[in-house]
């Protein structure tokens, strides 16, 4: 039995790379249904290679040009985002949802609600409404599958004893500013932003890795999929990115799992998991690598580390209001409307205007998911 994929955001880095990967096992999955925010032309070419029953084109107005591009496939073709929804909700062997931002929290929650095991490439969805998904997952008896690369080292890491955890070391690579000077970080670009050094990513996961904000929402993924309190979720700066992340046992032994940096190892073990399928990817040789270095990361040049294992500690909805603080500030520093280190202090600005929710249902979740959109626009407005 061959096993059927939903891919939401196929046409994205994540979702490309997936089908590379299903291309390499034809023997093992099948593509049930693809999603894609508005990239028609390579919606259209993904559907006519890989023949699934659904696709969807969350923007209605490219709904006519896949329409007519896949005409005779007999390939379905839907529009608008509650049809990301609706098929994120049929039952399949495994989800994958990368999606960018807290648009993947719905279709997350409804592929638990179906019962399908999610391989999960939306941390923004998690740091929102962690609670609510991980309560969901729990109850329905559904794996949360991390394909985030720290994630998916940690769990790897876990599998022998998962119950031993004591601590875990998230890496960075500390992003194409590494070394800047503070002085300077306030003038950075977007382009020189856009350029990281080890990993292909999409602008806004790029963007987040430069300000250190994406380690800042790995720091509360880690905490919500693994349940370790956040004074034993450590961060390090490894510029190599060749170790993806370690843990530290009861017993004081360090695992640790170590690749080049490419994400189609992370995305297949999510798809295969428990099983492990070959890879045609270029084998690690450490004699090449020649040493791994590690440093700790700097919070003051970059206060976006910090601010998350704030907004994660305070709990409720602050993880909430801290990432869509953040997802604002990165649309307008895209558009140069914003400069880079005004990023986290839009990020603070909102946070410190926030009285914590405790508990939050969903609803809540994305009330003030929306109240921290207003605020962030509010605050780049002002600046
Ligand atoms: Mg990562």
Known sequence: ?????????????????????????????????????????????????????????????????????????????????????????????????????????????????????????????????????????????????????????IFQCLQASPKALKSIWLTASGGPFRTTPKEELGKVRPEDALKHPNWDMGAKITIDSATLVNKGLEVIEAHLLFQVPYDHIKVLVHPGSIVHSLVEFTDGSVLAQLGWPDMRLPIQYALTYPERLQTHLEPLDLLEVGRLEFEAPDTERFPGLKLAFEAGKAGGTMPAVYNAANEVAVQHFLRNELPFTGIPSVIADVMSRHSVVSNPDLEEILRYDAWARAEAERTVAAR
Do not use: W
Request: glycine share 10%; charged share 20%.
């Open 1 to 153: 039995m061959k096993k059927q994929v939903i891919i939401l955001g196929s046409t994205g880095s994540i979702g490309r790379q997936a089908l590379e990967v299903i291309a390499n096992h034809p023997e093992e999955f099948t593509v049930y249904g693809l999603t894609a925010n508005r990239n028609s032309q390579i919606l259209i070419e993904q559907a006519k290679k890989f023949k699934p029953k659904y696709v969807v084109i969350a923007q209605d107005e490219e709904y006519l040009k896949v329409k007519a591009g896949l005409a005779g496939t007999g390939v379905e073709v839907l529009a608008g985002f509650q049809s990301v929804i609706d098929l994120a909700g049929q039952p399949v062997d495994r989800l994958l949802v990368s999606l960018v931002g807290a648009a993947g929290i719905k279709p997350t929650i409804a592929g638990i609600e179906a019962g399908s095991p999610i391989a999960l490439a939306n941390k923004e969805s998690l740091v929102a409404a962690g609670s609510v998904v991980m309560e969901l997952s729990r109850k329905k008896g559904v794996p949360i599958l991390p394909v985030d690369s720290e994630h998916s080292a």
